[in-house]
């Protein structure tokens, strides 16, 4: 949450180096990495995500599940932003630590944004990606966040409609 950010520089750290359990999950792993750089480095997503995509050449339906979902976050950042900061009023947004900012936004638009992947499982995926990468109490205030969100059905009436262009 606020102590320690893991290092993942990208020049450093591939966080798909970490083994993962199916295709969603290698995917979101690469979705994750994207918005890290792109948020730690005030860079493009878009272009970011090209570049891994080129530089990994995922099999076609993980490409595709990143480019959605990066795209999908980028045009509905600021609608995602306003829910995040309603449901954790106490830690501003620009102080929770980056890689849970982020994957705080991948479960949000992935369970409330495009509403394909279950609240359940979106939550779930979001807790480990915190174990993994995320400080000691990431786990916990990831889940705590993602919880309220989930039992908040005009957050999820908000941000329903903030789908992005398809």
């Known amino acids: 949450m606020l102590q320690r950010t893991p290092n993942l520089d990208p020049e450093d750290f591939d966080i798909t180096d970490v083994p993962a359990s199916d295709e969603r999950s290698m995917a979101r792993r690469l979705v994750l990495q994207v918005l890290y750089e792109a948020d730690a480095a005030r860079h493009y997503p878009l272009a970011i995500m090209a570049r891994h995509l080129e530089e990994r050449q995922p099999i076609s339906r993980i490409a595709r599940y990143v480019s959605e979902v990066v795209q999908g976050i980028s045009e509905t950042q600021p609608d995602i932003d306003r829910v995040i900061s309603r449901f954790a009023p106490e830690f501003p947004l620009d102080q929770i630590a980056v890689i849970d900012r982020n994957i705080l936004r991948l479960a949000i ?54 789908k992005p262009s398809e």
């Open 109 to 162: 638009f992935e369970f409330a944004v495009s509403q394909r992947t279950p609240v359940g499982a979106a939550i779930d995926e979001a807790v480990e990606l915190a174990k993994l990468f995320g400080g000691d109490s990431s786990p916990a205030f990831i889940n705590g966040v993602l919880g309220a969100i989930a039992d908040a059905p005009d957050a999820i009436i908000e941000l329903s409609s903030a």
